[in-house]
């Protein structure tokens, strides 16, 4: 499909810098078949039915941008995106071009690391010198939470410590966050539970692919990264009781949304627990199996993700959508308001 269909102008006054407080003091615009309802997100308990589950990603965003020194004594800049395993990490550095293979690169926090590959897209391969809990303990002391460049140009600063995390992250591995999740406070899952509303799990560590815009003029022609994921035995039983006793699947957040799809896809939609790296790279057309209603935010133009929900609810909805999103002053992006889709 063309990408210029995907497009949409968006005041940049609207693009959220940091998130409301309370979390769930955050708006929800509620795309129902009866119309556009403006809501805030406490009211989703009351906008789901009792045996719905709803699915999260668990995944904990790493301190993911390390600033350093070239051996000339240059500075370099660093954005992780893949693990790659045995300490390797596919990463974004600048300045790239005076980046050779071999080059020893020294980072805050006492890491240190060597070029082992540079790529065509301008990505290089990093081996750092050590790996497992040392590499994140390093991580912690000498990284920076990775903020999208829209967030006051991604500078973070130790608010964002905590902001930029979600009540659910558990497991490291991301560089980017499951923004859906960010909604959620503890009185928000009480509200929920009291609703007979459940709850499950599942991990991807989310790359910052996911969320750049597609600089093609086809959809065809893009190519997704690929991710590392994880459905539990837990989960995908609590996914097929749900169904079973007629409860809807509710995905917190794209990301949830690409790895229950992708384990849909493998098995004619029944849910199996699985773990893999998954491209999926969804648009209209797409059949979906696993996911009935979609909690997320609002997206970038051009954006896969933009791409992702005009598939689910469709493209001409979607940007009505986005147009109300617009006219009511609604919040975009990581730090902003969310909407409920039903497919």
């Known amino acids: 499909m063309r990408v210029d269909l995907f497009d949409f102008d968006l005041p940049q006054d609207l ?10 003091a955050a708006r929800l615009l509620d795309v129902a078949p009866d119309g556009l ?13 009792r045996g719905d589950l709803l699915v999260f990603n668990d995944t904990r965003v790493i301190p993911a941008r390390l600033l350093g020194t070239r051996p000339a004594g240059g500075k370099v800049e660093a954005l992780l995106i893949r693990d790659l395993g045995q300490g390797h990490w596919l990463s974004f550095a600048r300045p790239t071009k005076r980046l050779k293979m071999g080059d020893s690169l020294a980072f805050a926090g006492g890491l240190g690391a060597t070029v082992a590959a540079k790529n065509e897209d301008g990505s290089v391969v990093l081996a750092f010198d050590r790996t497992g809990h040392a590499f994140l303990t ?13 967030i006051r140009g991604g500078t973070a600063d130790a608010q964002d410590r905590a902001d930029y995390q979600t009540l659910f992250a558990k497991y490291d591995g991301s560089v980017a966050a499951p923004t859906a999740g960010l909604h959620f406070t503890p009185a928000l899952m009480a509200a929920l ?7 499950s799990g599942v991990t991807l560590h989310v790359g910052a692919g996911t969320f750049q815009p597609v600089r093609v003029d086809d959809t065809d022609a893009h190519v997704m990264h690929a991710e590392w994921g994880e459905v539990p035995e837990k989960t995908a039983r609590a996914i097929e ?3 079973a006793a007629g ?12 790895l229950l ?14 773990t893999g790296e998954t491209d999926i790279f969804i648009t209209p057309g797409f059949r979906f199996r696993a996911v009935d209603l979609l909690l997320t935010n609002f997206h970038l133009p051009r954006s896969t993700l933009f791409m992702l929900v005009a598939a689910f609810a469709g493209l001409e909805r979607m940007q009505q959508v986005y147009a109300h999103a617009v006219r009511e002053r609604y919040r975009f992006y990581s730090y ?7 497919r």
Not at 37 to 49: N, S
Not at 193 to 199: L, R
Not at 247 to 258: D, M
């Open 261 to 274: 799809e992708s384990v849909g896809r493998l098995h004619d939609g029944a849910m199996k627990a699985w």
């Open 15 to 24: 693009i959220a810098q940091r998130p409301v407080v309370p979390r769930d």
């Open 37 to 49: 309802h403006d809501r805030g997100v406490r009211d989703l308990p009351g906008l789901l039915r």
């Open 138 to 150: 390093a991580l912690e002391q000498g990284g920076t939470v990775p903020l999208p460049p829209y």
């Open 241 to 243: 009781a749900a169904r």
């Open 193 to 199: 539970a009291e609703a007979g509303i459940a709850t």
């Open 247 to 258: 409860g809807r699947i509710v995905s917190i957040g794209t990301t949830s949304l690409r």
């Open 336 to 342: 902003g308001d969310c909407c409920l889709l039903r």
